[in-house]
Each structure stands twice: as structure tokens, then as C-alpha cells.
Nanobody, 115 residues
Framework: QVQLVESGGGLVQPGAPLRLSCAAS????????MGWYRQAPGKERELVAV???????DYADSVKGRFTISRDNAKNMVYLQMNSLKPEDTAVYSC?????????WGQGTLVTVSS
């Protein structure tokens, strides 16, 4: 079972870019279906983006065209490139991995978009 650690969160101004990283431990990371989720204050957690083991991606409508998920299986990493950030993107972003009946989560990283 992999363990996930996110990094890259912080305070940015509206319109700025930010890249989140998710480092995974374990030798079978490449078999995991990976995703990024976020939870804004007072709201339920929502799916942001997912990437399959062969690199197919899907996005929430609210981030399509602005966010890009990618993975580097050789480095056991998943990334979320976020462009044109908006105040409504403010949330705790968490990395998620699924393999069969196994589901793992990172601890989350806070992204705050504010001027």
C-alpha cells in the first residue's frame, strides 16, 4: 500500500499559477488510479481531477481548461498544475490513490487564492 504526501500549497493572487505535488511511497504506485480532491471551508469534498494508470485524465467542469493533472511513474509523483487561479479555488487539496478495494489519502495541502 502506498503512502501519499502533498506539497506545493500556499497563498497566491487571483490569476496566478501554482503546482501541487504528491509524492508516493511504494513500488506499485504505477498501478494506482490517482486523483486530486479539494474541500473548501464549509463545503463537501469534491473531485478536481483524476488520472488513470495509462494517463487518461478527467476534470471537474469548474477547473477544465485551467488545471492539468499528470503523473511520473518513474518518480512516484502526481502533479496538479493550476493556472488562472480564482478565489473560489481556495481549499485544502488532497491526493488520492485507488487500487482495487484499497484507497489511500494524503494529509492535504492548503491553497489560498486572495489578493
Amino acid at each position: 500500500q502506498v503512502q501519499l504526501v502533498e506539497s506545493g500549497g500556499g497563498l497566491v493572487q487571483p490569476g496566478a499559477p501554482l503546482r501541487l505535488s504528491c509524492a508516493a511511497s511504494g513500488s506499485i504506485f504505477s498501478l494506482y488510479y490517482m486523483g486530486w480532491y479539494r474541500q473548501a471551508p464549509g463545503k463537501e469534498r469534491e473531485l478536481v481531477a483524476v488520472i488513470s494508470i495509462d494517463g487518461a485524465t478527467d476534470y471537474a467542469d469548474s477547473v477544465k481548461g485551467r488545471f492539468t493533472i499528470s503523473r511520473d511513474n518513474a518518480k512516484n509523483m502526481v502533479y496538479l498544475q493550476m493556472n488562472s487561479l480564482k478565489p473560489e479555488d481556495t481549499a485544502v487539496y488532497s491526493c488520492n490513490g485507488k487500487l482495487g478495494g484499497i484507497e489511500v489519502w494524503g494529509q492535504g495541502t492548503l491553497v489560498t487564492v486572495s489578493s
